[in-house]
């Protein structure tokens, strides 16, 4: 028996782990425990634990930590946090590995403490690159603790192995979200208004802004501008919400008020959950922002993305990605361009399955974890 725990603390990272952690479920050679922390736990980030809930997996037990991130230092009080726990948690369940995705300063925690514990550390999505964030350097250093790496990339396999030093537990299983994709089912623009309340005009776009947590002022000036600039545009606008950093406060407060100025074309839903958020990513017309979904899952749909800041400078774009600068003038000129476009280009997503049914990131995963476990 394989025991695993699994950490999360982000909408994000449980969406791109949610197959793989359903199908170690139905193995009977592992046991997953499930450790839910962060925003999961935080009704201002839409109480995500209920998506966890709703998908029926078990959760083996809730870490609540502070979510005030107003500050650097309460986000440095946070990771003590989360090793205090996660460390306690470990301690109890005793598993041959903890699993964790990406970056986030949670995760970093949890790999500290598995590492001081003597727990191998599977690290999924490492060597990727965002010099615009904290996390970027937090990504690497969960690398150096873990001891299996399955990578979105030959790219990022070929980086972890130079973090390394060696290629040694290092794989590449293609982005995670490849499984949610080819486990889709997906829905109209009506019933996308039936299910979220949004109501769509003839050109709609999706927005995701996150701080940047290496930027003085957090990138309140690049979203600020985002604002301006959208109030120019005949389309309407579904926000959803920051990540838990240092600076969300504020753009949360300036998402809030922006809305309230017209409702009827303005909306904003904290959180999709997974299913919706890749069914948002095939209706809307553009994806605005600067998270790592318009970098990774929206070019794989093949959609318009605008991405804005140094957030995600230096990422590998796994499609055609229009970078600007944060300033109001490049801004709003890029949405110009974007609003000018007679017919966006419609997407073949049942083609886009059929090419991609045998590249599921989960069946790699789970088949090099068991044959490394039965030697």
Same mark, same amino acid.
């Given at each position: ?14 969406g791109l782990m949610r197959t793989l952690i359903k199908k170690f479920n139905y193995e009977k050679d592992f046991k997953c425990s499930l450790l839910v ?108 603790? #873990? ?7 030959? $790219?990022?396999? =070929? *980086? &972890?192995?130079? @973090?390394?030093?060696?290629? /040694? %537990? ?120 600067? #998270? ?7 070019? $794989?749909?093949? =959609? *318009? &993305?605008?991405? @804005?800041?140094?957030?995600? /400078? %230096? ?10 600068s944060d300033d109001h003038k490049s801004i709003s000129k890029a949405l110009e361009n974007i609003l000018k476009i007679d017919k966006f280009e419609s ?29």
């Amino acid at each position: 028996m394989i025991k695993i725990a699994i950490f999360t603390g982000t909408r994000a990272e449980y969406g791109l782990m949610r197959t793989l952690i359903k199908k170690f479920n139905y193995e009977k050679d592992f046991k997953c425990s499930l450790l839910v922390s962060s925003t999961h736990l935080n009704s201002s980030f839409g109480n995500t634990i209920e998506e966890i809930n709703s998908d029926g997996i078990k959760i083996y037990r809730e870490l609540p930590i502070s979510i005030e991130c107003s500050f650097k230092k309460e986000m440095a009080a946070q990771t003590a946090e989360t090793i205090s726990l996660v460390s306690q948690t470990l301690e109890d369940l005793k598993p041959n590995y903890l699993l964790i995705l990406g970056d986030r300063f949670e995760s970093f925690g949890a790999a500290v403490s598995a590492h001081i514990l003597g727990i191998e550390i599977i690290h999924l999505h490492g060597g990727e690159t965002s010099l615009g964030a904290l996390d970027d350097k937090l990504r690497h250093a969960i690398s150096q603790l #873990s001891t299996l790496h399955f990578t979105s990339s030959d $790219l990022h396999m =070929k *980086k &972890v192995s130079d @973090i390394l030093g060696s290629s /040694k %537990g290092v794989f590449n299983v293609g982005p995670m979200v490849i499984d949610g994709l080819l486990n889709l089912k997906n829905i109209s623009k009506q019933q996308f208004q039936n299910k979220t309340g949004f109501i769509f005009s003839q050109i709609n776009l999706l927005i995701t802004f996150h701080p940047e947590t290496l930027s003085e002022d957090f990138g309140i000036f690049g979203f600020q501008n985002l604002l301006e600039s959208l109030e120019k545009c005949n389309c309407n606008v579904l926000f959803t919400a920051p990540n838990a950093d240092t600076g969300s406060k504020s753009i949360l407060e300036k998402i809030i008020k922006f809305v309230a100025k017209n409702e009827k074309r303005y909306f904003y839903i904290p959180s999709l959950g997974q299913e919706l958020y890749l069914n948002a990513l095939l209706l809307f017309d553009c994806i605005v922002g600067n #998270s790592s979904s318009g970098i990774i899952e929206a070019p $794989l749909l093949n =959609k *318009k &993305v605008l991405n @804005i800041g140094n957030r995600q /400078k %230096g990422r590998y774009r796994f499609g055609h990605v229009i970078d600007v600068s944060d300033d109001h003038k490049s801004i709003s000129k890029a949405l110009e361009n974007i609003l000018k476009i007679d017919k966006f280009e419609s997407f073949q997503f049942e083609e886009f399955k059929k090419n991609n049914i045998n590249k599921s990131p989960s069946n790699k995963i789970i088949k090099i974890l068991r044959d490394l476990n039965s030697k």
